[in-house]
């Protein structure tokens, strides 16, 4: 059985928006090989339509489409309360680090650049289906404690331990540890960051970002490595 099969058999659905054939058919391939229910569109008009229609389970977007392009179908799926929980995985081309900071700050889940390898893709389709169906879980649960390796985040309490020991942190560096904790693999740009810790119209600057980060990974020590730079991007919490 498909670990990300429901209970119930149902097989996961995936949204494909390509318009390249070639494409188009390697991704359904692969998919489908894996167990997934695949519904292939080769336009972003289609995209939104068949999402709205019957929203999948994940939506892989290429960004490169003709007319409305995937950052236009992004926004609009993030923007409608139908399918705004949906997860977006987006395919770039190396050098788009414009566009993939676009599409993060726009509620993409994570991104996958070509070329790349069906084994890469299916293990980023896993992860974010698992991740998303985690986050849902817990989101209808108490607030609890929060485990990013050998770090603790204790909400309720307000601390954050390493080891069992507690760690010294602001509390900038606290909210900024406990965002990123929470959704382990998730990529946050800068932007976001800077607007969850400090709201939308915030004159905080990027650098401030990298600072609390290095401030972070050396309160961290020889785990410093839990926070993971994406180059062009932002920052991760390393996924175990």
Partial sequence: MNPDT??????????VVEDEADLQQLLQFNLQREGYAVTVCG??????QAATEHPPDLVLLDLMLPRMDGLDVCRRLKGSPATAHVPIVMVTAKGEDAD???????GADDYITKPFSPRVLIARVKAVLRRTRKERAESKQPASLIALGPVEV??????A???????DLTATEFKL????????????????IIEKLHGVNSVVTDRSVDVQIVSLRRKFGEHADLIETVRGVGYRARES
């Fill in 177 to 192: 540890l406990k965002m990123i904790a929470r959704r382990p693999g998730r990529v946050f740009t800068r932007q976001q």
């Fill in 161 to 167: 331990r390493l080891d069992g020991r507690l760690l």
């Fill in 100 to 106: 993939v900071v676009a599409g993060l700050e726009l």
């Fill in 6 to 15: 429901p209970c119930d058999q149902t097989p996961r659905s995936v949204l």
């Fill in 154 to 159: 204790d909400p309720d309490r307000h601390e």
């Fill in 43 to 48: 336009s972003g008009e289609k995209a939104v």
